[in-house]
């Protein structure tokens, strides 16, 4: 893994993953330098932000938020989620508990894959 440069990720980026990571976490999973987002019309809260490129060649922007300790990772649309997934996990062991949401067409693998990874539902 390693930080790519702003030119090398022409397409538009959507959400594909969100989980709950402790700062240690991210630092030791993410090891890449990553850049500080302070304008509120980029990123709801400050928040820490890079262009990542995975050994398997995927890339995807990564987002922190500092507040939440929630991360969002966004993959070019053309992009193929489940395969992201799965290219993702073999670089980092995100456990499964972490991971708040996921887009509905990205499948994780299974070494982590669980049959629905979704919000508990509203009390009435």
Known sequence: MRVAKPNELTAHALPVLTASVSEAELSKWFPVSLQQITDPQEAPEPSKAALIKLDAGHYFVLYYGEI???????????????????????????????????REDARLPRHIAANRVSAPAARR
């Open 68 to 102: 939440s300790k929630q991360l969002m990772l966004r993959i070019p649309e053309a992009s193929d989620a489940s395969a992201f997934l799965s290219a993702l996990f073999r670089e980092v062991p995100l456990p499964r508990t972490r991971i708040l949401w996921r």
